[in-house]
Protein backbone atom coordinates (compact mmCIF):
# COMPACT_ATOMS: atom_id res chain seq x y z
CA UNK A 1 0.00 0.00 0.00
CA UNK A 2 1.55 3.29 -1.19
CA UNK A 3 0.03 6.16 1.08
CA UNK A 4 1.16 9.33 1.70
CA UNK A 5 -0.31 11.76 4.52
CA UNK A 6 0.05 15.88 4.14
CA UNK A 7 0.77 16.21 7.84
CA UNK A 8 1.15 18.98 10.49
CA UNK A 9 2.69 17.61 14.17
CA UNK A 10 1.38 20.03 16.14
CA UNK A 11 -2.54 19.23 14.85
CA UNK A 12 -4.49 16.95 17.29
CA UNK A 13 -6.69 15.60 14.01
CA UNK A 14 -3.02 14.99 11.83
CA UNK A 15 -1.59 13.19 14.83
CA UNK A 16 -4.91 10.76 15.22
CA UNK A 17 -5.12 10.45 11.35
CA UNK A 18 -1.54 9.12 11.33
CA UNK A 19 -2.23 6.66 14.63
CA UNK A 20 -5.25 5.43 12.84
CA UNK A 21 -2.92 4.76 9.79
CA UNK A 22 -0.66 3.11 11.92
CA UNK A 23 -2.90 0.93 13.59
CA UNK A 24 -4.07 -0.20 10.19
CA UNK A 25 -0.71 -1.83 9.45
CA UNK A 26 0.08 1.36 7.13
CA UNK A 27 3.47 3.15 7.31
CA UNK A 28 2.40 6.30 5.29
CA UNK A 29 5.35 8.24 3.72
CA UNK A 30 4.86 11.50 5.49
CA UNK A 31 4.88 15.07 3.87
CA UNK A 32 4.93 17.86 6.65
CA UNK A 33 3.58 20.29 4.52
CA UNK A 34 4.75 23.46 6.34
CA UNK A 35 8.18 22.60 5.74
CA UNK A 36 7.44 20.97 2.49
CA UNK A 37 4.54 22.64 0.87
CA UNK A 38 2.91 20.25 -2.01
CA UNK A 39 3.39 21.51 -5.48
CA UNK A 40 0.44 23.08 -7.51
CA UNK A 41 0.22 20.33 -9.36
CA UNK A 42 0.09 18.23 -6.39
CA UNK A 43 -2.53 20.00 -5.06
CA UNK A 44 -4.49 19.96 -7.67
CA UNK A 45 -4.25 16.24 -7.98
CA UNK A 46 -5.25 15.97 -4.39
CA UNK A 47 -8.49 17.97 -5.19
CA UNK A 48 -9.19 15.91 -8.36
CA UNK A 49 -8.69 12.57 -5.95
CA UNK A 50 -10.73 14.10 -2.84
CA UNK A 51 -13.32 15.22 -5.43
CA UNK A 52 -13.62 18.59 -4.62
CA UNK A 53 -12.39 22.32 -5.69
CA UNK A 54 -9.22 23.54 -4.52
CA UNK A 55 -11.12 26.33 -2.69
CA UNK A 56 -12.39 23.13 -0.63
CA UNK A 57 -9.02 22.89 0.81
CA UNK A 58 -8.72 25.95 2.11
CA UNK A 59 -8.52 26.73 5.84
CA UNK A 60 -10.84 29.68 6.01
CA UNK A 61 -10.21 30.53 9.99
CA UNK A 62 -6.67 31.10 9.61
CA UNK A 63 -5.37 34.52 9.69
CA UNK A 64 -3.02 34.17 6.92
CA UNK A 65 -5.91 33.89 4.85
CA UNK A 66 -8.54 36.07 6.36
CA UNK A 67 -5.92 38.70 5.74
CA UNK A 68 -4.51 38.15 2.44
CA UNK A 69 -3.91 40.38 0.31
CA UNK A 70 -3.08 38.74 -2.53
CA UNK A 71 -5.86 35.90 -2.54
CA UNK A 72 -7.04 34.99 -6.26
CA UNK A 73 -10.07 34.22 -7.70
CA UNK A 74 -11.27 31.28 -5.28
CA UNK A 75 -12.71 29.36 -8.44
CA UNK A 76 -9.60 29.82 -10.15
CA UNK A 77 -8.51 26.33 -8.95
CA UNK A 78 -5.05 26.13 -10.84
CA UNK A 79 -4.30 30.28 -9.23
CA UNK A 80 -4.92 28.89 -5.86
CA UNK A 81 -3.01 25.69 -6.05
CA UNK A 82 -0.24 27.91 -7.12
CA UNK A 83 -0.97 30.73 -4.51
CA UNK A 84 -0.79 27.56 -1.59
CA UNK A 85 2.82 27.17 -2.47
CA UNK A 86 3.42 29.88 -1.12
CA UNK A 87 0.93 29.73 1.71
CA UNK A 88 0.88 25.85 2.87
CA UNK A 89 -0.36 26.89 6.61
CA UNK A 90 -3.98 27.52 4.58
CA UNK A 91 -3.86 24.01 3.52
CA UNK A 92 -6.59 21.50 5.19
CA UNK A 93 -4.79 18.77 6.58
CA UNK A 94 -4.31 16.09 6.98
CA UNK A 95 -4.50 15.06 3.47
CA UNK A 96 -4.30 11.22 2.75
CA UNK A 97 -3.93 9.91 -0.62
CA UNK A 98 -3.63 6.43 -1.91
CA UNK A 99 -1.09 6.64 -4.73
CA UNK A 100 -1.77 3.39 -5.94
CA UNK A 101 -5.72 3.50 -6.38
CA UNK A 102 -5.72 7.04 -6.86
CA UNK A 103 -7.69 8.15 -4.01
CA UNK A 104 -7.16 10.89 -1.48
CA UNK A 105 -9.71 12.15 1.87
CA UNK A 106 -9.31 14.79 4.24
CA UNK A 107 -8.96 13.71 7.54
CA UNK A 108 -11.47 15.39 9.41
CA UNK A 109 -12.67 13.79 11.02
CA UNK A 110 -9.59 11.30 11.37
CA UNK A 111 -12.03 8.59 10.57
CA UNK A 112 -12.07 9.26 6.86
CA UNK A 113 -8.55 7.51 6.33
CA UNK A 114 -10.16 4.53 7.07
CA UNK A 115 -12.05 4.14 3.97
CA UNK A 116 -8.57 4.27 2.25
CA UNK A 117 -7.26 1.45 3.96
CA UNK A 118 -10.46 -0.95 4.05
CA UNK A 119 -11.50 -0.68 7.25
Known amino acids: MSITIYHNPRCSKSRKTLELLEQAGVTPSIVEYLQTPPSAEATLRNARLIGVPVADLLRRGEDEFKNADDLPDLNDD ?42
Do not use: F, T, Y
Not at 87 to 112: C, L, S, Y
Open 78 to 119: SALALWLESHPKVIERPIVVDEAKDRAVIGRPPENVLELVGR
